[in-house]
Structure formats: structure tokens, C-alpha cells
């Protein structure tokens, strides 16, 4: 404690429970890498998770020994709960204690004042369902809840069951403030501020749609259309691999009008024409998101017609040999390794994407049917004898595409 004349200033305790679990006391801190023993650390963090109520023992025994046999859980409770009470006193020279035992319970000592991170990402979050506040109000408000989000609730046991519900709440209130403070920046159109906030709540959560098409329309916004087109691409392949479906029509829709803003309007046609060259050293079949794939697909079709190219289209399965479930375990790059060897043995013509999760599709030109499906069984057996993982097989069906018949017109030049 600290005197000032009569008056008596307690240290404030700082704890932090989002993107950590730390606790603070002037130049005092405590977190779990200091701790030892992981029963004490998950004693301080259930007690902080319900540190408005009083905790029974019961209850206590049950989070932290659920699934293990003791012979008096009792008493070894009460020696985690002393052990707690030492390591937070030694550890942060607090003069009061801040677990207390009362009428057969353990309770947070409400009388130490603290300041949780928490509480106040609360209280803001309820002044913003104030419908009184102006937009400049809550576009404060928005920004203060931003700023005290710094992670998930608790991230180190975000797995335990007592935790989890704290932590979809909290993200969820956090992802809400994100959007409404985006919206309003959006109207004044301060990109800048909206790259910077959706760029660190994607890092929190990357499969939070809103949060994408918010930072497409700020890098529009910014007239930096190549680097939204690269955000899409990655959106796209993320959510193809991680859950197997295609962003929304409004992501899709903003990455069109990414790619339809000319940057180089005033360029002589030679600099445009150099620009269109592929860099790299051509090698093997294109390979491209599935929008892009769809759109050579419709230009594949269109031409067909007149020009009598023999076109298929071929869809590779991936699965669980036996039909079992796909393992889990280095998946990501056992399908980077199919995909590879699908790429490099196809022709330069030939365009891949993938599909889903596990499908790749696959457009062949210039063939017979019988060499398009030669080439669709060499590339199946290629794969499955490759060994890339020997829990997975492939399958391989394939379709002739299917001509559009443009309506003749009578145009003049």
C-alpha cells in the first residue's frame, strides 16, 4: 500500500483475460508459464471465470478432477487452493488476500479493486445498445471495444468446456463492434482504417465473411485493386480448404469489381500486352481459383460451337481408402502434392482448380473421348500409386462439355 497523508491508495490489480491470462501489480506480474503445477493455474482461471459467484466445492472438484480418480478431493482441494493463495501473494506483494473461503464456498474477494479487461469490453458494449448515441458516440465506443479485444477469451485453455461459451460470446460481441465501426468508416470513407481493423480481426477469426468484404471494399476503395484481387484468392482457397464451400455472392461481386478497374487506362498497348505475359516458366496445365475456372469454362463453351474443339470436363475425388473418413493428419499437403502432380501431368492448354475440399476439377482440351479418359485413368493410377499417403485414394470421372449455341446477329462494323 501506498500513504498518502490519511488516506490509504491500494494497488489496482490489473488482469487480462483476452489473449491471455495474465495478472498485474505495478511492476508485479503473474501468468501461467510462471506457475507450477497446472492444477493451480486451472483453479485461478475457473475461479476467474466465476468470480461474480460464490464456487461450492463441489463444483471446483468437478472442472478440475472430472475424469480422475482421487482418494479425498476434499483435501486436496483445500491444498491447491492454499498453494494458489501463496503463489498470488508472493508473486504480486498483495497485502489482501483474493480468494476467499466462506460458508463452504470459494468467492473472488470483490473489496481488492482490479481493473478486468473483460468487465470493460462489457460495459462498452452495453453503452453501445444505447439508441440515443450518435454516430460519432458509437464510432468511439466501437473503437475502445477494438482496442481491448486483444485476442481470444482465455486462448491457452480455450479448449475446456467451462471456457468455451465465455469465448464465443466475447468474439462474438468483438466481431459485432468490428462490423458496426467498419460500416460507419466505410460511409466516411476512411479505408485506411478499415484495412487496418479487418486485417486484425481476420487474424482472430478467418471465417468471419463480413470481415473480408469489409477489407475487399476498403482496398477498392484505396484504388488498390491488385491487392484485392490477391485477398480473394486467398479468401477463396481458404474457405474451399478449410470448408469446402465458395465465398458469398458479395465477396464474389467485389472481387469482380476489383478486377474490372483498369489500372492502366493511359498505357501504350505494347506495356499492356508485356503485363499479360505469364512470368514464370510455362510448365504443365494452368492452374486458377474456381471463379476463374468458370469463367473459362463459359468461354470454352461459347466457343465450341464454331470452332470443333473436343473440350471434357473432369472431376477428381479424393477419399478415405476402403471409403473410410479422410485422416486428418498432413492433409494440407498431401493435396498440395496432388495438386502438383495433377498440374505438371496435364498439357499447357489443359486448366485445373480445386473444388471443394477434396475435388479437383479439370478442363481438357483438343481430345478424343478415348484419350480424355486414357488421360483421366494414367493420371488417377499416377496418383494413387505415388504414395503420398497411403490412407487415400483417388477417383476420376469426367463429362464432354456441353456447347452454348450463341443467337446469330446481324452486326455491322
Same mark, same amino acid.
Given at each position: 500500500?501506498?500513504?498518502?497523508?490519511?488516506?490509504?491508495?491500494?494497488?489496482?490489480?490489473?488482469?487480462?483475460?483476452?489473449?491471455?491470462?495474465?495478472?498485474?501489480?505495478?511492476?508485479?506480474?503473474?501468468?501461467?508459464?510462471?506457475v507450477?503445477?497446472?492444477?493451480?493455474?486451472?483453479?485461478?482461471?475457473?475461479?476467474?471465470?466465476?468470480?461474480?459467484?460464490?464456487?461450492?466445492?463441489d463444483?471446483?472438484?468437478?472442472?478440475?478432477?472430472?475424469?480422475?480418480?482421487?482418494?479425498?478431493?476434499?483435501?486436496?482441494?483445500?491444498?491447491?487452493?492454499?498453494?494458489?493463495?501463496?503463489?498470488?501473494?508472493?508473486?504480486?506483494?498483495? @497485502?489482501?488476500?483474493?480468494? *476467499?473461503?466462506?460458508?463452504?464456498?470459494?468467492?473472488?474477494?470483490?473489496?481488492?479493486?482490479?481493473?478486468?479487461?473483460?468487465?470493460?469490453?462489457?460495459?462498452?458494449?452495453?453503452?453501445?445498445?444505447?439508441?440515443?448515441?450518435?454516430?460519432?458516440?458509437?464510432?468511439?465506443?466501437?473503437?475502445?471495444?477494438i482496442?481491448?479485444?486483444?485476442?481470444n477469451?482465455?486462448?491457452?485453455?480455450s479448449f475446456?468446456?467451462?471456457?468455451?461459451?465465455?469465448?464465443?460470446?466475447?468474439?462474438?460481441?468483438?466481431?459485432?463492434?468490428?462490423?458496426?465501426?467498419?460500416?460507419?468508416?466505410?460511409?466516411?470513407?476512411?479505408?485506411?482504417?478499415?484495412?487496418?481493423?479487418?486485417?486484425?480481426?481476420?487474424?482472430?477469426?478467418?471465417?468471419?465473411?463480413?470481415?473480408?468484404?469489409?477489407?475487399?471494399?476498403?482496398?477498392?476503395?484505396?484504388?488498390?485493386?491488385?491487392?484485392?484481387?490477391?485477398?480473394?484468392?486467398?479468401?477463396?482457397k *481458404?474457405?474451399?480448404?478449410?470448408?469446402?464451400?465458395?465465398?458469398?455472392?458479395?465477396?464474389?461481386?467485389?472481387?469482380?469489381?476489383?478486377?474490372?478497374?483498369?489500372?492502366?487506362?493511359?498505357q501504350?498497348?505494347a506495356?499492356?500486352?508485356?503485363?499479360?505475359?505469364?512470368?514464370?516458366?510455362?510448365?504443365?496445365?494452368?492452374?486458377?481459383?474456381?471463379?476463374?475456372?468458370?469463367?473459362?469454362?463459359?468461354?470454352?463453351?461459347?466457343?465450341?460451337?464454331?470452332?470443333?474443339?473436343?473440350?471434357?470436363?473432369?472431376?477428381?475425388?479424393?477419399?478415405?481408402?476402403?471409403?473410410?473418413?479422410?485422416?486428418r493428419?498432413?492433409?494440407?499437403?498431401?493435396?498440395?502434392?496432388?495438386?502438383?502432380?495433377?498440374?505438371?501431368?496435364?498439357?499447357?492448354?489443359?486448366v485445373?482448380?480445386?473444388?471443394?475440399?477434396?475435388?479437383?476439377?479439370?478442363?481438357?482440351?483438343?481430345?478424343?473421348?478415348?484419350?480424355?479418359n486414357?488421360?483421366?485413368?494414367?493420371?488417377?493410377?499416377?496418383?494413387?500409386?505415388?504414395?503420398?499417403h497411403?490412407?487415400? @485414394?483417388?477417383?476420376?470421372?469426367?463429362?464432354?462439355?456441353?456447347?452454348?449455341?450463341?443467337?446469330?446477329?446481324?452486326?455491322?462494323i
Open positions: 500500500m501506498e500513504k498518502t497523508g490519511s488516506k490509504v491508495n491500494k494497488r489496482i490489480l490489473e488482469i487480462r483475460m483476452l489473449g491471455d491470462f495474465s495478472f498485474c501489480s505495478n511492476d508485479r506480474m503473474l501468468s501461467g508459464d510462471k507450477r503445477g497446472k492444477q493451480i493455474w486451472s483453479l485461478l482461471e475457473y475461479i476467474m471465470v466465476n468470480r461474480h459467484n460464490e464456487i461450492s466445492m463444483g471446483l472438484i468437478q472442472a478440475l478432477w472430472r475424469d480422475d480418480e482421487i482418494e479425498d478431493p476434499a483435501n486436496a482441494l483445500k491444498n491447491l487452493a492454499y498453494r494458489l493463495r501463496v503463489t498470488l501473494k508472493n508473486s504480486l506483494d498483495l @497485502e489482501d488476500e483474493v480468494i *476467499l473461503y466462506k460458508h463452504g464456498a470459494y468467492v473472488w474477494n470483490k473489496n481488492v479493486p482490479c481493473i478486468v479487461d473483460v468487465d470493460e469490453l462489457e460495459a462498452v458494449y452495453k453503452e453501445t445498445q444505447q439508441k440515443s448515441l450518435s454516430k460519432d458516440e458509437l464510432l468511439t465506443r466501437y473503437r475502445k471495444m482496442n481491448i479485444y486483444k485476442g477469451f482465455m486462448p491457452q485453455s475446456k468446456e467451462w471456457i468455451v461459451p465465455f469465448n464465443v460470446y466475447y468474439q462474438r460481441i468483438y466481431m459485432e463492434s468490428v462490423a458496426a465501426c467498419c460500416e460507419i468508416l466505410l460511409e466516411r470513407e476512411d479505408f485506411r482504417s478499415v484495412e487496418e481493423i479487418c486485417h486484425r480481426a481476420i487474424v482472430i477469426d478467418p471465417f468471419v465473411e463480413t470481415n473480408h468484404a469489409n477489407l475487399l471494399k476498403a482496398l477498392i476503395g484505396l484504388k488498390n485493386h491488385d491487392k484485392a484481387v490477391d485477398h480473394y484468392n486467398y479468401v477463396n *481458404l474457405f474451399y480448404d478449410e470448408l469446402g464451400v465458395r465465398p458469398s455472392d458479395l465477396v464474389t461481386k467485389l472481387y469482380h469489381d476489383a478486377t474490372n478497374k483498369n489500372t492502366a487506362l493511359n501504350d498497348i506495356l499492356i500486352k508485356d503485363n499479360l505475359k505469364e512470368v514464370a516458366k510455362i510448365l504443365g496445365a494452368v492452374y486458377c481459383n474456381y471463379e476463374q475456372f468458370k469463367m473459362i469454362y463459359q468461354l470454352e463453351a461459347r466457343a465450341a460451337l464454331r470452332s470443333g474443339k473436343s473440350i471434357f470436363i473432369a472431376l477428381l475425388t479424393v477419399t478415405g481408402k476402403n471409403k473410410k473418413e479422410l485422416p493428419e498432413s492433409l494440407d499437403v498431401t493435396f498440395d502434392k496432388i495438386k502438383n502432380a495433377i498440374v505438371s501431368s496435364l498439357r499447357k492448354d489443359d485445373v482448380t480445386r473444388y471443394g475440399r477434396t475435388q479437383f476439377l479439370l478442363l481438357l482440351s483438343n481430345l478424343t473421348y478415348e484419350d480424355a486414357t488421360v483421366l485413368n494414367r493420371l488417377v493410377w499416377k496418383i494413387n500409386e505415388s504414395g503420398f497411403n490412407s487415400i @485414394e483417388v477417383f476420376g470421372q469426367f463429362q464432354s462439355l456441353d456447347p452454348i449455341e450463341l443467337e446469330e446477329r446481324d452486326v455491322s
